[in-house]
């Protein structure tokens, strides 16, 4: 009755084996499991992005008819002014939240989006400054009806479509200066 070594081995590697296996069930449960919160935190980001949204677009699709009532009643150029600010707010905090939504989904419709909001932040900054706000309005007051009509379209943030975008950037194109 000796030692058995092949036994002894063979018990070894066998015990060896399963608590490689169990370590590695537990590696994997753990990279799964922090994978499972990264995403529900990112889903998380993305609806309180989509939230954010939602005011600034109703504010910026009701942009036709306070401008055209304003417009209408001939209102002074420091109310004028004081709704366009309104608007450039409105459309900064748009701009900010499509780059978040962009980095966060990689969806190229937030980036359009986002370049749209940026042309209408620049005539809107250039029409706060301008000496005659009524005129340069005026001119503009189609196109920014339309803009207004995409943005009621629209409606809510988890809801533009790439070419509901394209189409903010095709009529951001169009918005004059002078």
């Not at 942009?63 to 417009?71: E, V």
């Not at 600010?85 to 978040?100: A, G, K, P, T």
Request: with cysteine; hydrophobic share 50%; net charge positive.
């Amino acid at each position: 009755m000796g030692f058995d070594v092949r036994g002894f081995v063979a018990r070894y590697l066998s015990w060896l084996f399963l608590v490689v296996v169990l370590l590695l069930g537990v590696c994997v449960g753990a990279y799964f499991y922090r994978w499972w919160v990264e995403e529900e935190r990112r889903r998380f980001l993305i609806y309180s992005v989509y939230a954010f949204a939602d005011v600034p677009l109703g504010e910026l699709g009701d942009l036709d008819s306070t401008l055209g009532f304003l417009l209408s009643t001939n209102a002074s150029s420091d109310v004028l002014r004081l709704q366009v600010s309104v608007y450039f707010h409105d459309v900064r905090f748009l701009s900010y939240l499509s780059i978040m939504l962009h980095a966060l989904t990689g969806d190229r419709k937030y980036e359009v989006f986002g370049l749209a909001m940026n042309n209408l932040k620049l005539f809107l900054v250039k029409i706060k400054g301008s000496s005659d706000v009524r005129s340069v309005l005026e001119v503009n007051f189609r196109v920014l009806c339309e803009i207004a009509g995409v943005f009621r379209v629209i409606g809510r943030m988890k809801y533009l479509t790439l070419a509901e975008a394209e189409r903010l950037l095709e009529l951001s194109k169009m918005l004059r200066y002078a």
